[in-house]
């Protein structure tokens, strides 16, 4: 099946071999770093970023992991992708405009293959002024491939409304925007989002606890970035079969599904979607249905939207 990943982070996706090589650690202990299995919380499973983000302090290297997810995507029968990741922690030897165009230049080997565009991670953790250079960072239009902005990082630690200024300055102007909210227990943010007409919204599988934030959400035709797997691995889902996104499909939100990080869950698209055949009972016609929304709800331009559309029906 042809498939559309709007929520995929590139540090989470890096391969293990790659970082082994690069770092000159062996592989079981790379593994072991990086895979996030079995852990007790998000901020937990956020420690599995640390070695990739140690090999991607230099433009071959980042080029060689773009060009590397690229290839990963295109066997996993994606034709859209929008990737995600936050450029400030890749300036040890960049400026934030060469950390781009490296990993746009890694994705520019596959264009025949593959349509991928990128969004800019702002992090919670960063003070105003760091996120405040993505936002100028994306005002530049250095790209048009960088297409959105998103906010990242721990949830519990900085929540929405710590962070309030920053989500407003993004949306008076008018920049696209997804948040990572209700990821963790914390419905307030998914409230924050939907308050400020956030049209996407990662993760967000605790709104089910709050129906009037499920009416809000259905009436702004808000679209849930959704990643099974991930969430277990975050402990915010005990089980597969557990998971919420069934209960929010009968609800009546618009959900897709994502991986996340394919490289810490362990996760393909392609697998993800026989788990959700397996334990759910999604039919092909209702998971080609949330591609099409996908597209419908991604950052790019009308043109690639409708293109991409056509060849998912």
Do not use: W
């Amino acid at each position: 099946m042809k498939k559309i990943e709007l929520h995929i982070h590139l540090d989470g996706s890096v391969r293990i071999d790659t970082v082994s090589e690069l770092l000159n650690i062996d592989y079981e202990t790379c593994k072991k770093n990086m895979v996030g299995k079995n852990l007790s919380s998000l901020d937990e499973y956020l420690t599995r970023f640390d070695y990739p983000i140690k090999v991607m302090q230099s433009y071959d290297n980042l080029k060689r992991v773009a060009h590397e997810l690229a290839l990963d995507l295109i066997k996993d029968d994606i034709i859209y992708a929008e990737v995600r990741f936050a450029p400030i922690f890749h300036t040890s030897n960049l400026s934030l405009e060469e950390v781009c165009q490296a990993v746009l230049d890694g994705f520019d080997l596959e264009k025949n293959k593959i349509k991928i565009n990128l969004i800019l991670c702002m992090m919670r953790h960063l003070p105003y002024e760091d996120n405040k250079k993505i936002i100028d960072l994306y005002l530049k239009h250095i790209d048009k491939r960088i297409v959105g902005l998103d906010l990242a990082g721990s949830e519990k630690l900085f929540p929405n409304d710590k962070l309030i200024d920053l989500i407003k300055e993004v949306k008076k102007l008018n920049i696209p925007f997804t948040i990572h909210s209700g990821e963790e227990n914390i419905v307030s943010n998914i409230k924050i989002a939907l308050d400020n007409d956030i049209k996407r919204i990662g993760h967000g599988i605790n709104i089910i606890h709050d129906k009037s934030l499920v009416d809000k959400a259905i009436k702004n035709n808000t679209l849930f970035e959704v990643c099974p797997t991930s969430n277990i691995d975050t402990f915010n889902c005990i089980s597969y079969d557990k998971h919420h996104i069934k209960e929010m499909i009968d609800l009546g939100l618009n959900v897709c599904i994502n991986t996340d990080d394919r490289t810490v869950s362990n996760i393909t698209l392609n697998e993800e979607y026989h788990l959700l055949k397996q334990y759910f009972n999604l039919s092909d016609e209702a998971l080609k249905q949330m591609n099409i929304n996908a597209m419908k709800h991604s950052f790019a331009d009308k043109e690639m939207i409708d293109e991409v559309i056509s060849q998912l029906k």
